[in-house]
């Protein structure tokens, strides 16, 4: 174990330095692109699993001051935010089960308040098959009540969209059904950029159709050859890529999400190579220009 760790802190710590990224300064932005860029901390779940506080450490290494959750490794909410606090991390969004804010909202804004969380979201709606409209409005039932018990507690209910949301509804997608329908005050969305483009979309007109909403911004690319147009909300996690290696035009996505008042961006990479592929990520985003 000990050798395991010592070797993945080595090689991060070698490709921070290569890439060029510093704790001294606001990682991955540049005077164009001003972020706040953070890391998606499931992007490094299977360290996690071996080591929490090593893996925490890892985060700070690359220059990290913002995080989002999925999860705290069973660990008591306050003892997690305590261990982020000790590292200068500071959670400002995570991701809960549905079923938590479908069942339970206030038990989800307890543990969020443990955390410190300016945010509190979920990633997926259960589904049977193609999600459809039944699902969508049982959703935005789920949503606005959820969004207003939070509001209650200083935290903003978020959304983050998976890509099977963009099944064609009257004049536009259920996607657009769940935006429309949310009520604005107490909802906002997470945009996976990889969660649009997949489906056939493109993240920077879904931006601009809707600013103001997008509040979060998940910075994804995909592998080239990998097809669109799927609406399942999933894909393999090695088509994710580090940023600008993939499909996606960033710098028209960077500049749709600055114009659309989008506060928090998070890097997340699932794939197996996540460990090199987040400095080439960071890398990238400070020398992007528009």
């Known amino acids: 174990m000990k050798s395991y760790l010592n070797a993945l802190l080595a090689a991060i710590l070698a490709a921070v ?23 998606q901390l499931y992007s490094f779940r299977g360290q996690f699993t071996k080591n929490v ?34 590292r200068g991390l500071v959670a400002v969004s995570a991701h809960f089960p549905y079923e938590r804010y479908r069942d339970n909202p206030e038990g989800v804004a307890t543990d969020a308040k443990a955390l410190g969380l300016k945010y509190a979201g979920l990633a997926w709606i259960p589904h049977q098959g193609d999600f459809d409209e039944q699902e969508c409005r049982e959703a935005i039932r789920v949503f606005n009540k959820a969004g207003e018990v939070l509001a209650n507690h200083g935290i903003r209910f978020f959304y983050h969209a998976h890509g099977y ?9 259920l996607m657009d059904l769940l935006i429309q329908e949310t009520h604005a005050k107490n909802v906002a969305f997470q945009m996976d950029t990889v969660w649009v483009f997949f489906p056939g979309q493109n993240p920077a007109e879904w931006l601009a159709k809707y600013p103001n909403r997008w509040e979060l911004v998940h910075l994804k690319d995909l592998k080239h050859g990998v097809a669109r147009g ?35 961006y998070f890097i997340e990479d699932e794939s197996a190579d996540v460990v090199n592929q987040i400095p080439l990520t960071l890398g990238y985003l400070e020398q992007i220009r528009w």
């Open 17 to 39: 330095l290569l890439s060029g990224c510093t704790t001294s300064r606001t990682v991955g932005t540049n005077s164009q692109f001003k972020g706040p860029v953070g890391l």
């Open 53 to 86: 506080p090593a893996t925490l450490d890892l985060v700070k290494s690359l220059g990290f001051r913002e995080v989002e959750l999925a999860g705290t490794y069973n660990l008591p909410p306050d003892k997690f935010q305590a261990m982020l606090t000790e």
């Open 165 to 173: 949301e963009f099944h064609a509804h009257s004049q536009g997608t």
């Open 230 to 264: 799927e609406l399942t909300g999933k894909t393999d996690p090695n088509n994710d890529v580090a940023l600008g290696t993939g499909q996606l035009n960033w710098a028209e996505i960077l500049k749709a999400a600055k114009k659309a008042g989008v506060k928090h």
